[in-house]
């Protein structure tokens, strides 16, 4: 079955955002302590795909060997993705674009991962701030590494912003997948 990898900073929204698009609100905890996921998850939706829910990255607060050990476990799950694909990177709307993100994106793409960006938090900010911050998002991607911009989501799981968008691109992505698999 195909598998969607959803990714991103500690605390940037992951465990809540995953729990909107599942229902299952037992699905990833939630928590208001930063790095608190830190295994790899897999949960079988509709049974026709795999939500891969993967440790936070970049908490300031956790040792140098354990950051090192994340990135291991990151790192492996990408390199044996042989059902990966897309994966979901997520940043909060809030935010300028980070370093960390801005790497690990362009790790993604020197390894062929296709991805899509998640905004998260979009009930944070008025829809005039949030264009803007998208595109100057955008814009600082295609300024640096990309010739592209990646597709984006705006979503807020507190106010059930989002879900129908990420959900249908999954379900086309998926039909593309088993289309290619029955050819
Ligand atoms: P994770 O560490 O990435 O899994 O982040 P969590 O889902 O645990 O969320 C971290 C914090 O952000 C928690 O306090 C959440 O309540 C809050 N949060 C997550 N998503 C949203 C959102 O869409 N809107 C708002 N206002 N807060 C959010």
Redesign the pocket.
């Given at each position: 079955l195909p598998e969607y990898a959803f990714i991103?900073r500690?605390?940037?929204?992951?465990?809540?955002?995953i729990n909107m698009l599942t229902e299952r609100k037992h699905l990833?905890k939630?928590?208001?302590r930063?790095?608190?996921?830190q295994l790899i998850n897999h949960f079988k939706i509709n049974d026709n795909w795999f939500l891969v829910d993967l440790p936070?990255y970049g908490y300031a607060r956790v040792s140098k060997k354990s950051k090192k050990t994340f990135q291991k476990y990151i790192t492996n799950y990408f390199e044996q993705r042989e059902q990966l694909v897309c994966s979901f990177v997520?940043v909060d709307i809030r935010h300028e674009p980070q370093p960390i993100d801005m790497e690990f994106m362009q790790w993604l793409g020197e390894n062929g991962i296709p991805f899509c960006i998640i905004f998260?938090?979009?009930?944070?900010l008025k829809p005039a701030v949030i264009m803007k911050n998208v595109h100057g998002y955008l814009q600082k991607m295609t300024e640096d590494i990309w010739e592209e911009a990646p597709d984006y989501f705006v979503?807020?799981?507190?106010?059930a912003i989002g879900r129908d968008e990420v959900l249908s691109f999954i379900d086309s992505v998926n039909e593309e997948f088993f289309a290619n698999k029955k050819a």
């Open positions: 991103g500690s605390n940037v929204g992951k465990s809540s955002l990833a939630t928590s208001g930063p790095g608190k996921t936070g997520l998260t938090k979009a009930d944070k979503t807020s799981s507190s106010k």
